[in-house]
């Protein structure tokens, strides 16, 4: 049997909302992709649930049709996205991406009903992770308390994959996806007491716009990662212009300016930054969380920070499992806009695989954890 397709990509680019759209997704979308990059091997596929497509899904005769699904088609769950509880693609998301967070019972709910259909849809002996919200959006959390309860139902969700685990034979992660402004960061302190049961899921474009070095992480910890770029520029008249076409009403993206590597200003939005921007030093350097495919390099002054995925990050994160995740393909600014959604989902994963897949030392193709 051939090896799998060394990555997945993440299918939060596509509505999610309900059952009905996941299986439209799959259908169209997932399958044209594996014909362009996959055609004669088994396709690693990163899902996207909802909650209430993660409850149609609970169906047992809808489980059992996905996996005669993935078996006719030669793909695979290789993991889940669990992190927008509710619809992804809509007018306006910002903030509401993080609600309910993990104060909240349902959030908790949600998470276990994601872990149990993760664990019926792999192999048993197998192992694969699911993405969640770092705890919440900062300025949502006002006490001491919602730090503390938050931090109770993740020890109840830990224990819950526990137990799955242990019944099912098939070892059921959590993977934190840290973002800018959100109450957890990565590797947070905080959370250590809750053991091995806790990963962390390494956003690269997230991690960009926060300037965090990608030099010596603590790759142990990191159970999973999400291959993506952000958009960077100087502080310049012209950069700041022809970043204004990419704010936009659906998503959020923070954005931070730094000196020397040194953060000196942080908003919550594209749209306030470039109100400000204007009074900070034209040397300093503009990052903002918005997902540009890997394949763009940049226009104009506007670059992307994929240059940070080096040879020796990939060094580190061939061993660890690796999805491609940008999900804005439809709001990018028209003049960058694909003619076609899945051969622009193609073309990263093959930028992605050109750089992960290759192992100098053994001169073999490499595939993702978990995926082999």
């Given at each position: 049997m051939k090896r799998p397709y060394p990555i997945p990509?993440?299918?939060?680019?596509?509505?999610?909302?309900?059952?009905?759209?996941?299986?439209?997704?799959?259908?169209?979308?997932?399958?044209?992709?594996?014909?362009?990059?996959?055609?004669?091997?088994?396709?690693?596929?990163?899902?996207?649930?909802?909650?209430?497509?993660?409850?149609?899904?609970?169906?047992?005769?809808r489980l059992s049709a996905l996996r005669g699904w993935l078996d006719d088609h030669d793909c695979f769950v290789a993991?889940?996205?669990?992190?927008?509880?509710g619809a992804f693609h809509v007018a306006s998301v910002k903030v509401a991406v993080y609600r309910p967070d993990w104060r909240s019972p349902d959030r908790l709910a949600y998470t276990l009903l994601v872990a149990r259909l993760l664990a019926a849809l792999i192999p048993e002996g197998a192992a694969a992770t699911f993405t969640t919200v770092p705890g919440?959006?900062?300025?949502?959390?006002?006490?001491?308390?919602d730090a503390s309860q938050a931090r109770k139902n993740l020890a109840r969700a830990v224990h819950g994959?526990?137990?799955?685990?242990?019944?099912?034979?098939?070892?059921?992660?959590?993977?934190?996806?840290?973002?800018?402004?959100?109450?957890?960061?990565?590797?947070?302190?905080?959370?250590?007491?809750?053991g091995p049961g806790v990963g962390w899921c390494l956003d690269t474009c997230h991690a960009a716009?926060?300037?965090?070095?990608?030099?010596?992480?603590?790759?142990?910890?990191?159970?999973?990662?999400?291959?993506?770029a952000a958009i960077e520029c100087d502080n310049t008249p012209a950069a700041r212009a022809a970043l204004a076409p990419f704010a936009e009403p659906v998503y959020l993206h923070q954005t931070r300016a730094a000196v020397d590597g040194e953060v000196i200003g942080t908003w919550p939005d594209l749209a306030p930054a470039l109100q400000a921007l204007p009074k900070l030093p034209a040397r300093a350097v503009v990052r903002t969380h918005y997902h540009v495919p890997l394949t763009w390099a940049g226009t104009g002054p506007l670059r992307s920070t994929r240059a940070n995925l080096s040879p020796a990050f990939f060094r580190h994160a061939r061993k660890t499992f690796c999805e491609?995740?940008?999900?804005?393909?439809?709001?990018?600014?028209?003049?960058?806009?694909?003619?076609?959604?899945?051969r622009a989902i193609a073309g990263e994963l093959e930028w992605a695989a050109a750089r992960y897949g290759f192992s100098s030392s053994t001169k073999r193709k490499t595939v993702s954890p978990g995926l082999a």
């Open positions: 990509y993440c299918l939060n680019v596509h509505p999610a909302s309900d059952w009905t759209a996941v299986r439209r997704a799959l259908a169209t979308h997932a399958l044209a992709v594996k014909k362009l990059v996959a055609p004669d091997r088994p396709f690693p596929l990163s899902l996207h649930l909802g909650y209430r497509a993660a409850l149609e899904l609970a169906s047992p005769r993991g889940v996205n669990a992190f927008p509880f919440g959006w900062r300025p949502d959390w006002k006490t001491a308390a994959c526990r137990d799955i685990s242990q019944s099912t034979g098939r070892r059921i992660g959590i993977a934190i996806e840290p973002e800018p402004g959100c109450a957890w960061e990565l590797f947070d302190p905080r959370l250590d007491a809750l716009v926060d300037f965090r070095s990608l030099d010596q992480l603590d790759w142990k910890r990191i159970a999973r990662v999400q291959l993506s491609v995740e940008t999900y804005t393909h439809s709001i990018v600014p028209r003049a960058l806009r694909p003619r076609s959604l899945d």
